[in-house]
């Protein structure tokens, strides 16, 4: 009896993309792997390409070399319309909400249900309402009413009512773009919860972040960048949170400053070592 093994088709992957500018290197030969119910974590300072990326998989910018499939079918996004369509959806930063409206109708914006037809057509309050609280339930986010201003949530609540949003219109793929940066230690966790409950219902999520501690909280695949290149891309069983954490902080770059710095020390009366 033969034992037949199927291999599971990345909702995401690139293979050697890059990016470039005119002469300047903004992505250079990176590669990732999304997977259905996995959190893959994109980690790098400020000015690694962490931006770039997002980008390229939203479809804002097109890649200029490599390979970018979704679900196994190579692909150029000209446009986020594009991404959306084909399940990818991208919760930014800077939430794209309306402050001053309910939270059902930042839960809506932009995909309204109507009733009635001609001059009787009109906004289905009541459904986007039942919805909206249903749907943030779903996600065990439990909001004392859904009719007050979405601005006077808390920005882990917010990003959390994206994430709800996200996975109510068929998102297959949830690129989460630094979601706890602003936040503090209590706010990260309940985020870093939600991230997890949607990874929990089947999606790919793509983590960026510049924490390794939130990264190896939840995350299953590690892609670390450096000004544009990638210098590192492990799964969770083959790195420690110790090592993430070494290799966030500069590695063998910390590790020479460390040596320079204790070289410097030098005692009262004594000169420096010339050498």
């Not at 479809?59 to 070399?65: E, F, I, P, T, V």
């Not at 009541?126 to 201003?149: C, F, H, K, N, S």
Request: contains cysteine; charged residues 25%; negative net charge.
């Amino acid at each position: 009896m033969t034992e037949t093994t199927t291999q599971q088709t990345a909702l995401v992957e690139l293979d050697g993309v890059s990016k470039f500018y005119g002469n300047i290197k903004a992505l250079e030969d990176v590669s990732l792997l999304v997977n259905a119910g996995e959190i893959t974590c994109v980690l790098g300072d400020n000015g690694a390409g962490k931006s770039t990326l997002i980008k390229i998989i939203s479809g804002l910018h097109q890649h200029d070399a490599g390979t970018f499939r979704i679900e196994g079918e190579e692909t150029t996004l000209t446009k986020p319309r594009e991404a959306l369509d084909k399940g990818i959806a991208t919760v930014y930063q800077d939430l794209a909400v309306v402050p001053l409206m309910p939270v059902w109708r930042n839960f809506f914006l932009g995909s309204e249900p109507t009733k009635g037809a001609g001059p009787l057509k009109r906004l289905d309050v009541q459904q986007m309402r039942e919805t909206t609280r249903a749907e943030l339930l779903r996600m065990g986010i439990d909001l004392r009413d859904v009719d007050q201003p979405i601005g006077t949530l808390s920005g882990g609540e917010r990003q959390c009512v994206a994430i709800a949003r996200a996975v109510h219109f068929g998102a297959k793929v949830l690129v989460l773009d630094e979601p706890t940066a602003a936040l503090g230690v209590k706010q990260s966790g309940v985020v870093l919860k939600y991230v997890a409950a949607a990874r929990d219902q089947g999606l790919g999520v793509v983590l960026i972040t510049h924490n390794p501690h939130h990264a190896h909280l939840v995350g299953d695949r590690f892609v670390l960048l450096k000004r544009g290149a990638m210098f590192g891309s492990y799964t969770k069983d083959e790195i420690t949170l110790d090592e993430l954490t070494r290799q966030m902080a500069g590695g063998s770059e910390l590790e020479e400053l460390s040596h320079e710095l204790q070289r410097a020390q030098v005692l009262p009366g004594e000169l420096p070592d010339a050498s």
